[in-house]
């Protein structure tokens, strides 16, 4: 009796397999969560080129080709959208990186480990709260006739400002509040990295008599770059998708703030729940997708040409 002999490299990979399937199970969520919520709903991109209707489904309606997305191009609104979600994105990682390696030397440079201690918690807690809650905090603070803002400029005998009405002041009002509640959370990856620093390093910058701004400038900062990279090119794949949950609760469904506050993602939403409208939200989703995506190869190619080793792949 002859036995069939395995191929080495489909034996190899068995091998493998067995010898991490603890690791392999852990991963299963995950591919679970990727499979069902990013790679099933794929065929749904069909809607995109067609004049959709219930009775037909998805694949059985008309179909219009581009139709949807000439419309989109036509009316101006695209192009709204997309200036809004990039310079929102683009003024939260530049900002947000900022600040959080700003706050991350901060915290390293406190000598005082229970005041280090405090204080971190005190600026990781906003990334907690719920910005359905940041929501009814603002409008209590902004809303015109009862607000505390309004009520403080009345007492000191002044005239209410209408902040709901001012398309010009909420961009900055929305990044201040993206910066507050996503910087502490922000900071404790680059302070996890600073605290991976070999000490021999800030050692022999003591020894030549380098001084703290000198220590941060020629130590710290050089050694942050690979992570800070790393973290850009991951935030420049979200480019295109605004922060959903922070730009409805704090603007909600106010037309006279949409030409300064509207995104990608509420104006889809406000599409499917309001006008019923799949086809030109799934258009815009599309087109989300495809320029997210060209964002990030363009962005690692350039990386990957500096330095390879700093490239996500």
Known sequence: ?????????????????????????????????????NYAPLPGIWIAFTDFNYRDGIFGSPFVGFRNFEFLFKSGQLWILTRNTVLYNVAFIVLGNALQIAIAIMFN????KYFKKITQGIMFLPYFISVVL???????????????????????????????SMAGLWPLII?????????????????????????????????????????????ILPSLKPTFVILLLFSLGGIMHGNFGLFWNLIGNNAQLFQTTDVIETSVYRMVMS???????????????????????????????????????
């Open 1 to 37: 009796m002859s036995l069939t002999k395995v191929p080495a490299r489909r034996k190899s990979l068995w091998r493998q397999v067995k010898t991490s399937r603890v690791l392999l199970l852990m991963c299963l969520p995950a591919v679970a969560f990727f499979l069902v919520f």
């Open 109 to 112: 440079e406190i000598r005082l």
């Open 134 to 164: 940041i929501g009814v905090i603002a409008f209590n603070i902004l809303n015109y006739d009862n607000g505390a803002l309004n009520s403080l400029i009345k007492q000191a005998g002044g005239d209410p400002v209408k902040i709901y």
């Open 175 to 219: 990044i201040l509040v993206q910066l507050w509640q996503s910087t502490g959370y922000g900071s404790i990856v680059y302070f996890a990295a600073i605290m991976g620093i070999d000490k021999g390093l800030f050692e022999a910058a003591e020894i030549d008599g380098a001084s703290a701004w000198q220590r941060i400038r020629y130590v």
């Open 275 to 313: 006008q019923n409208n799949f086809t030109t939200s799934t258009a815009v989703g599309l087109y989300q997708s495809l320029f997210g995506f060209a964002i990030v190869m363009t962005a690692n190619w350039i990386v990957r040409r500096m330095n390879k080793d700093y490239a996500l792949f």
